[in-house]
């Protein structure tokens, strides 16, 4: 587990990838833990891609639990590894414990762009396709804390309730976003520090340095807390809060609008013309009931910023976006609310702004919830 793994790399890629183990042993295994127990299942692809050497795997992995990968994605974690692809299997890890998610699907840029392989995937309907770069992105963005909560909900999902020990067997690097000992030591002292969780240190002999894990009642008070924090996940709704302006309307019409309804969502704008300078009680109703709340800081409106604040107060996944003009950005400094400590998706172009933001919902919110049949039907 966790050895020194590196993919052979060849003219073409093979198959199956190939990894080799520090004494020398081949074998394949999980690209993200590099557990050598993995089940690995070749996807087809058309026989034209295969002659160029992509291929696409579904892979179930006893510790990070199902995903599916496109080649370039699986080429790109290979020539990564470490870090980026620890941080995945956490990633997998939770979408495999909590039973509201499904299983994701990693993409590069190839394969996002133009790939019969993604097309076969969605046909299958069965994973998220999600792009790797935007999930690193997002993942590598958490903060000690945010990270400590997410493991924490890791651990609440594995364990049947406050006063059950985990059992040892279920413990994996995967929970805990790691490939390292030491990291899951020290994560582990913080988690009880907090008085989250309880556990027993253990020097050698097993896989992880903790065992006898259990959450206390404060740990599960804060994971229902974590839990509040994330309403609507059952909303189809995605808010826009923009500049209301003539120059905004390309932007609006071929990049939020476009992004939010391919991701699968609804999107909202509410014309405000008539309430400048007003709260308005519904523009209120309709951000509580939205999955997320798109926020394009363009212009630096106060109505904008107050929409943000009313979303963020409410535990609503904010985005914030920005057009990637230095004045634009120097403007937005400038302002008595500055929300550059935000993770802002800058955008040049409407088109732009459509392939950023989208790549930004599927992997910071994911899919939205699946319509009915009839509902869907009723669309046609
Ligand atoms: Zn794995």
Redesign the pocket.
Known sequence: MCADVFLMKSTAWTWPPVFLEKGGIKKP???????GS?SLEILPVSSERERMGDFALH?E?????EYGIAADAYCFIAEDRRRGAALL?GY??NRSLDPRKISPFFCGKESLSDSPTVDLVQKMRKWEVVSLENVLEFLQSRSVVQRLEDILVNLCLLSGGWTHLIDDRDL?F?LYCSSEKREVFELHKELNERGWTECQFVTSGSLLPVSNVRITARGWERYEDILRGMPNVESRQGFIAMWMNPSMDEAFKEGFWKAIGESGYDPLRIDREHFINKIDDEIMAQIRKSRFVVVDVTGSRQNVLFEAGFAMGLGIPVLWTCKNEEAEVKKMSERLFDTRQFNHILWDSPEDLRTKLRARIQAVIGSAPRRSLEEKEGNR
């Open positions: 295994g999980c690209i993200l833990c590099a557990d993995v892979c992995c006893r510790y990070c639990g299997s997998v890890k994996s995967a």
